[in-house]
Nanobody, 125 residues
Framework: QVQLVESGGGLVLPGGSLRLSCAAH????????MEWYRQAPGKQRDLVAG???????SYAESVKGRFTISRDNAENSVYLTMNSLKPEDTAVYYC???????????????????WGQGTLVTVSS
């Protein structure tokens, strides 16, 4: 079982910055896509940013130029650096990671697609 541990959320003033972290733990063979989503109160969960295993990034229009996604493959971790935060960025942020794990059988891999527990980001004065 792969588990994701998120950290870095909190209360920040408008215009401020935060850095979210998400570390994957378990019998990981390789990680493919790593993504950040967010869900504001009463709204659906939306994709914020993604990064592939070769480092290609993509962003929602609302965060382009303000947020940066990055990954550390050696640490099985993904990060979201958020600058120029706005009140409308307030949400619970979730990381999502997909890839392959080893199994008890030689030469056999299993897929995984796992969500983090979420971390609350509040942008308010």
């Amino acid at each position: 079982q792969v588990q994701l541990v998120e950290s870095g959320g909190g209360l920040v003033l408008p215009g401020g910055s935060l850095r979210l972290s998400c570390a994957a733990h378990g019998p990981i063979f390789t990680i493919n896509d790593m993504e950040w989503y967010r869900q504001a109160p009463g709204k659906q969960r939306d994709l914020v940013a993604g990064i592939t295993n070769v480092g290609k990034t993509s962003y929602a229009e609302s965060v382009k130029g303000r947020f940066t996604i990055s990954r550390d493959n050696a640490e099985n971790s993904v990060y979201l650096t958020m600058n120029s935060l706005k009140p409308e960025d307030t949400a619970v942020y979730y990381c999502k990671v997909s890839g392959f794990t080893t199994t008890d059988y030689a030469d056999s891999l299993a897929t995984f697609d796992t969500w983090g527990q979420g971390t609350l980001v509040t942008v308010s004065s």
